[in-house]
């Protein structure tokens, strides 16, 4: 729908940025807490947000994460300029990681970030070129009372 938005935001990600990594998905949360959707609606929409921003922060060299609140959706696209990925399904399975040692330690790459990301979103679509860089694009449904 071609609706006009309620809210329409940027947030840049910085690549390698692990002390502020979430931050994004935070400030995410709180908009759409502060416009009084549903408890579930912000519980998905964060974690689409925060899984995505983790990976631009581990596997970018910078990106964004666009919100886009419509009466009857949420939509988060993450876009990012990074090393891409170069077999999507393969990047789709449960427990399948790249991350480093680094990125371990610090709790991150588990695996299951991009599975989640799909299971919690109504509309999924993935886009990389290898040496380019990564587009998600996330549509959560709302109820459209909200
Ligand atoms: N934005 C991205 N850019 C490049 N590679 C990515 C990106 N997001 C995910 N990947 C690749 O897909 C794999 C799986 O991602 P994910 O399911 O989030 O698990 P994790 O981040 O814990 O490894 C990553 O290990 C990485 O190889
Ligand atoms: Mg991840």
Not at 42 to 57: H, W
Not at 85 to 94: G, N, R
Not at 107 to 112: L, Q
Request: charged share 20%.
């Amino acid at each position: 729908m071609n609706e006009k938005p309620l809210y329409e935001g940027s947030f840049a990600v910085i690549g390698g940025n692990f002390d502020h990594a979430g931050e994004v998905s935070s400030s995410i949360k709180a908009i759409l807490k502060q416009m009084g959707l549903s408890s579930d609606i912000v519980r998905k929409v964060s974690l689409v947000a925060y899984e995505s921003e983790i990976n631009i922060v581990s596997y970018a060299k910078k990106g964004m994460i666009r919100l886009r609140v419509v009466v009857d959706s949420v939509m988060i696209e993450a876009i990012d300029e990074g090393q891409g990925i170069p077999d999507i399904t393969l990047a789709m399975q449960p427990g399948y990681s790249t991350a480093t040692d680094k990125i371990r330690e610090m709790g991150f790459g588990a695996g299951m970030g991009l599975c989640n990301i799909k299971s919690f979103s109504d509309i999924f679509q993935i886009n990389s070129e290898v040496g380019k860089g990564t587009y998600l694009k996330m549509i959560i449904k709302t109820n459209g009372c909200s």
